[in-house]
């Protein structure tokens, strides 16, 4: 994008500020992780600086981090630059997440770890795994109990798949903005919170 993607404006505030705001409607806690965070002290969420001393800028870091900082058993993670998580679908994850130490959906034949719930629990064999240069979650599932959310079960939620729609490109973050201009102007009203 060649800039920082995550301040782009977005709908009355910015991308990264339309997330926080979505999962607000949603959770009493959140945390947003990040490499700079005196850039986002503003939003309305527990603000966690990432791993200086990982040399790597990886999911898994992000990941790790933000399961130090939760004061919750388990944490719906998602990624800054995905704007249409669909509600329903995160209360249905978080539903099926207590038997697991992760609950991913698949989607298009892969898994995405980046709209998923968490064990904080899993922070200790993801450490152990970054420790070894591990750096895939796909790792990560071989240490810990899985369940997968099959695509036909996410379509019953989410039948666009736009909970996975994420922001890379200048196409896409226009696609959007487009999307955007196009959906329910109380997207963001308030909701029961899920605990």
């Not at 503003?42 to 990432?50: N, R």
């Not at 719906?76 to 669909?86: E, Q």
């Not at 679908?89 to 034949?109: E, K, M």
Request: one cysteine or more.
């Amino acid at each position: 994008m060649g800039k920082d993607k995550l301040l782009l404006p977005f709908g009355h505030s910015s991308l990264l500020a339309h997330v926080t705001t979505l999962m607000k409607s949603l959770f009493h806690e959140v945390i947003v992780v990040t490499r700079e965070p005196d850039k986002h002290r503003d939003l309305p969420a527990k603000v966690v600086a990432d791993s200086p001393t990982s040399q790597h800028r990886c999911a898994l870091v992000g990941i790790h981090t933000g399961l130090e900082a939760a004061s919750t058993p388990r944490a719906f993670v998602v990624g800054g630059d995905m704007p249409f998580v669909n509600r329903r679908f995160v209360r249905h994850l978080v539903d099926q997440s207590s038997a697991a130490w992760l609950t991913i959906p698949r989607y298009g034949g892969f898994l995405e770890p980046l709209c998923a719930v968490y064990d904080v629990r899993c922070a200790v064999p993801i450490l152990r795994q970054l420790d070894q240069g591990e750096y895939k979650v796909d790792q990560l599932l071989a240490k810990v109990s899985v369940r997968e959310i099959s695509e036909s079960i996410i379509k019953m939620y989410d039948p666009d798949l736009l909970s996975f729609f994420n922001v890379n490109t200048a196409e896409e973050y226009a696609a959007a903005l487009k999307l955007l201009e196009g959906m329910d102007t109380d997207m963001l009203s308030s909701q029961q919170r899920i605990h």
